[in-house]
């Protein structure tokens, strides 16, 4: 056994899963003998199973069933996987686990969320991709998602006051303003209008119109202007896509405006996979001012590590 712990950092989003090397989708299936295809897979507990590139329900409290434990399994053996340590050599490997929550649920949930995923007694034993793990969750730590994305760009933002932090995901948009960079309870709230709920409205409103629902990925590819999805598809669809997408984000500012936050004096920083998606819209409105986009999709998880090192959380 390691006398050292190995830290990995997962950022357990509705839409994906991020760690410091790897995004994937917050899906799997429990697959048996069914072929795998090449896909990652998690053989725990007896039950294999496999992941999948499919939208799973809301969860506003992941605690409740094993759904997320699996998914973080898959996460700890992407990392493991990815030379963080020697796998061959250990006869056990201690995790110090960082995780998040949105700013509002920390305080109430937190304790909650750690019992969750250190609450297995003694040695994890599972495989991925057919490589065996023993494992134990030593520590969790729980940060708070949006402040944790913004501590990564804290250089770039630092000389404004108040910073509006707007964090859009998959199925919430979480809200936490700044004052002198430290966290500003009084207005910190989630709001459930992500992207997600953009891409019901696209499919909603293509089958009203006679046409098949549009793939995910390709939604993706036009609101990021993706030139090799683009020329695949008709006019009539990327029309389809922009003018919901441009609807969607600003009755989004409009919501966010309507929470307390000042867009149009105060510096908003967005970021997530989803303000990444809706940042041409966002851009050109007239609402939001000096908006700043962390480009990266795990800043969370970078924010994550960095708090724990310097111990500032």
Not at 44 to 72: A, S
Not at 171 to 197: A, E, H, I, R, W
């Amino acid at each position: 056994m390691s006398s050292q712990a190995t830290v990995i950092a997962i950022d357990h989003g509705n839409r994906n899963i991020k760690t410091p090397n790897h995004v994937f989708p917050a899906s799997y299936i429990e697959s048996g003998h069914l072929p795998t295809m090449g896909n990652d897979t998690l053989v725990y507990n007896g039950k294999q199973y496999t992941l999948v590139d499919k939208r799973m329900p809301l969860k506003n409290d992941k605690t409740k069933d094993e759904c997320y434990f699996i998914l973080t399994l898959f996460a700890i053996g992407k990392e493991l996987c990815s030379g963080m340590v020697s796998c061959a050599d250990e006869e056990r490997i201690e995790i110090e686990l960082l995780a998040g929550l949105p700013p509002l649920h920390c305080k109430a949930m937190g304790e909650r969320y750690k019992k969750y995923y250190n609450g297995k007694d003694g040695t994890i034993d599972f495989e991925f991709n057919n490589i065996s793990f023993s494992v134990r969750i030593k520590n969790v730590h729980i940060y708070p998602q949006a402040f944790a994305a913004a501590v990564t760009i804290h250089d770039k933002v630092n000389m404004s006051k108040i910073i509006n932090i707007i964090d859009i995901g998959g199925y919430t948009v979480d809200l936490l303003q700044l004052v002198d960079f430290k966290p500003d309870m009084t207005l910190c709230t989630s709001l459930y209008s992500g992207v997600n709920l953009l891409f019901q409205e696209i499919n909603e409103l293509s089958r009203s119109q006679g046409m098949n629902d549009i793939p995910d990925n390709v939604i993706e590819g036009v609101l990021l202007n993706d030139m090799d999805i683009i020329l695949d598809i008709s006019t009539e669809r990327i029309e389809l896509v922009r003018q919901s997408a441009a609807r969607f984000s600003n009755e989004l500012l409009d919501k966010i405006s309507q929470s307390g936050m000042d867009l149009t004096e105060t510096r908003s920083i967005f970021v997530g996979g989803g303000s990444l998606l809706l940042k041409a819209y966002i851009e050109i409105a007239d609402v939001v001012s000096r908006p700043f986009f962390v480009d990266n999709v795990c800043a969370n998880v970078e924010g994550y590590e960095f708090l724990y090192k310097t111990r500032k959380w």
